[in-house]
């Protein structure tokens, strides 16, 4: 499978800014997110080491969460049929979900997505992260970046992401930044 990215879609803003959360940024991230509740801190991680979209995560419930295989299932939004995928998940994230378990059909945040995306800006905020990349698709891209930057193979970040074109993943694998300058000092 080819995989070309879309011409008119960059992991670069309007005004030159990065859409996605570096290494660093995402490190204070996960701090900030330790000082929080723990309702609001499991989410911040789920976000964080899923790429997930906020309306996935909210709609997650625990008879998602596959505990001993360490994988939750999401409903793929943004796809006009129904589809499934199965993301794993590091054992720290499945403790905190584990402990904010409730009955098997309840959701595990029963918040609107704007609370939700006003703790993940609370959380941003507090570690001085700022622009478009201080937010849930921020995050969300940065997870996509890191999986690129970790030489995942492409189809595995389309999975995880859910994209339904390899298209859409390609602009993942267009290195930027810092990813770029380590693939230039290896030249140098």
Not at 49 to 77: K, M, N, W
Not at 121 to 143: D, E, I, N, P, T
């Amino acid at each position: 499978m080819v995989y070309a990215p879309n011409p008119h879609w960059q992991m670069i803003d309007r005004s030159g800014g990065r859409k996605y959360l570096n290494a660093a940024e995402r490190r204070r991230f996960l701090e900030a997110a330790d000082r929080m509740p723990p309702c609001r801190r499991a989410l911040c991680y789920l976000l964080a080491f899923t790429g997930c979209r906020i309306s996935e995560a909210l709609a997650l419930t625990p008879a998602q969460l596959d505990a001993e295989g360490r994988t939750i299932t999401l409903r793929t939004l943004k796809r006009r049929r129904l589809v499934y995928r199965t993301l794993p998940l590091p054992e720290c994230v499945i403790r905190l979900l584990r402990a904010m378990l409730r009955g098997p059909a309840d959701r595990f945040w029963n918040i609107h997505r704007v609370t939700a995306w006003r703790w993940v800006k609370a959380a941003m905020r507090q570690v001085q992260v700022a622009g478009a990349m201080a937010s849930c698709k921020g995050l969300r891209h940065g997870f996509g970046m890191r999986a690129a930057a970790c030489n995942i193979p492409p189809n595995l970040i389309q999975r995880w992401l859910g994209h339904a074109s390899p298209a859409t993943t390609a602009v993942y694998l267009d290195a930027v930044g810092t990813e770029e300058r380590r693939f230039a000092s290896r030249m140098w």
